[in-house]
Every structure is written in C-alpha cells, then in structure tokens.
Nanobody, 127 residues
Framework: QVQLVESGGGLVQAGGSLRLSCAAS????????TGWFRQAPGKEREFVAA????????VHADSVQGRFTISRDNAKNTVYLQMNSLKPEDTAVYYC????????????????????WGQGTQVTVSP
C-alpha cells in the first residue's frame, strides 16, 4: 500500500514557476513508476508527466514539453514536478499517482495503469 500527498500548489502569475512535490509512504515506493495528472473544471483528468521507478526514463505531455520537468528522489520517497513558464491553461488540480507494475525503463502515460492516487493540489495561473 502506498499513500501519496501532494504539495506546492498555489496562485501564480502567467510566466511564473512552481514546484510540486509528491511525498509517498511505503518502503516499496522506489519500485513504483510515478506520474502527474491534472484536471481542470469540466474536463477529464489528463496526463502531464511520468517517470520510471529508476528515474532513467521520463515522458512529458506535448502541452508541457520544454516547460515542465518531472524528477524523483527515491531516498526521500518524493517525486517532483518543476513547472516553468506557466500559462493560464495550466490551471487545474494536479494529482500524483503510483504504478505498482512500473518498470525501470518505462513510464506509463495511461491513467488506468496507475493504482494509487493522491488527493491533489490546486494550481491557479492568472493572466
């Protein structure tokens, strides 16, 4: 069992930066693939970024490529999402998720592959 707690959300002006953190409990977290998803009002939850349990493989959605970076520190049981050059369309609740079947070389972008989810953290970007 893994419990995930997101933090670092808030209100920022367009062009600004935020760093989200996802702290996990459970000694096996370092063997889980981890992803970030987001959900804006009235929209479906969408993939943002994912990283393999080893950290050797990462994938980002086209909409955030070059602006967002996912990383992880297994010693701290924490995954990060560095968000730069934020835009109003990035406004959403951001969720961290863990994939217990993740591999060392592949990070899934499929929502249904993830087994555990955090409660989410709100990110609001003003024009």
């Amino acid at each position: 069992q893994v419990q995930l707690v997101e933090s670092g959300g808030g209100l920022v002006q367009a062009g600004g930066s935020l760093r989200l953190s996802c702290a996990a409990s459970g000694r096996t977290f370092s063997s889980y693939g981890t992803g970030w998803f987001r959900q804006a009002p009235g929209k479906e939850r969408e993939f943002v970024a994912a990283i393999s349990w080893s950290g050797s493989s990462a994938v980002h959605a086209d909409s955030v490529q070059g602006r967002f970076t996912i990383s992880r520190d297994n010693a701290k049981n924490t995954v990060y999402l560095q968000m730069n050059s934020l835009k109003p369309e990035d406004t959403a609740v951001y969720y961290c998720a863990a994939d217990e079947d993740g591999s060392s070389w592949y990070a899934s972008f499929e929502r249904d592959d993830y087994d555990y989810w955090g409660q989410g953290t709100q990110v609001t970007v003003s024009p």
